[in-house]
């Protein structure tokens, strides 16, 4: 298995709170992604970075901001937390011809 | 933009049934395809690809084949089994992976 994981693997929390989901990759691989998965809309991709430093916004980005300063963290952040942001949430990384993926962060905001 | 059309479930076999799932794409240029499965409480798997027309993937006894005159990418498998119970979705890549929604597959003993 590729080493991906992420942290927490659960959050309940509140309407108006800040959250801050971890992805942590031991592989080395320059890209990694921000997944959220819903019912009926597949995955969709919230942000992406391309190195450390180095980031763009996917197709759902409002309301998440993320982080990347060293090559094994990719940190994805709700400053305001909102029930429309209760979802799982994938990690990825990027290896040669496939996406690798974590094993999801399930949030749920009250 | 490039997207995914995959066929809607749920969908409820029996065991050693035949299994098709449809999945159609739109993109530009030539991208590679992917078959991605779920199973319950756990992130996704890659469970083949193609990278060009005419191209088969196949693995654990399922199969798919890049279509490029009918832009499809349809999974097949000949005999399901209770294992095979999970989520499969199609997908896409240019510098990112385009998903289609899922189509939800129950075996049933």
């Known amino acids: 298995d590729a080493g991906i994981t992420q942290s927490p693997r659960h959050k309940v929390t509140e309407t108006g709170t800040p959250v801050t989901l971890r992805c942590h990759q031991t592989?080395?691989?320059?890209?990694m992604y921000w997944y959220r998965q819903d019912p009926g809309h597949g995955l969709r991709l919230i942000h992406y970075s391309y190195g450390v430093k180095d980031t763009d916004k996917g197709e759902v980005s409002d309301g998440y901001s993320v982080s990347r300063s060293k090559t094994e963290d990719f940190l994805l952040t709700l400053e305001s937390a909102t029930s429309s942001q209760t979802s799982v949430y994938f990690c990825a990384i990027a290896g040669e011809d496939e996406q690798f993926f974590g094993p999801g962060t399930r949030l749920t905001v009250l | 933009g490039n997207s995914v059309t995959q066929m809607e479930g749920p969908v409820t076999l029996s065991e050693e049934a035949f299994l098709t799932i449809n999945c159609t794409y739109t993109?530009?240029?030539?991208?590679?395809l992917f078959w991605y499965v779920q199973y319950p409480g756990e992130g996704l798997q890659l469970l083949l690809k193609?990278?060009?027309?005419?191209d088969k993937g196949s693995n654990k006894g399922f199969e798919a084949t890049y279509r490029k005159e009918t832009t499809s990418f349809h999974l097949e498998k000949g005999s399901v089994q209770v294992s095979d119970s999970a989520v499969y979705f199609c997908a896409l890549r240019d510098y990112k992976l385009s998903f289609g929604a899922g189509t939800t597959v129950t075996v049933r003993a």
């Open positions: 592989e080395n691989h320059r890209y």
């Open positions: 993109a530009t240029g030539y991208p590679s």
């Open positions: 193609a990278t060009k027309a005419d």
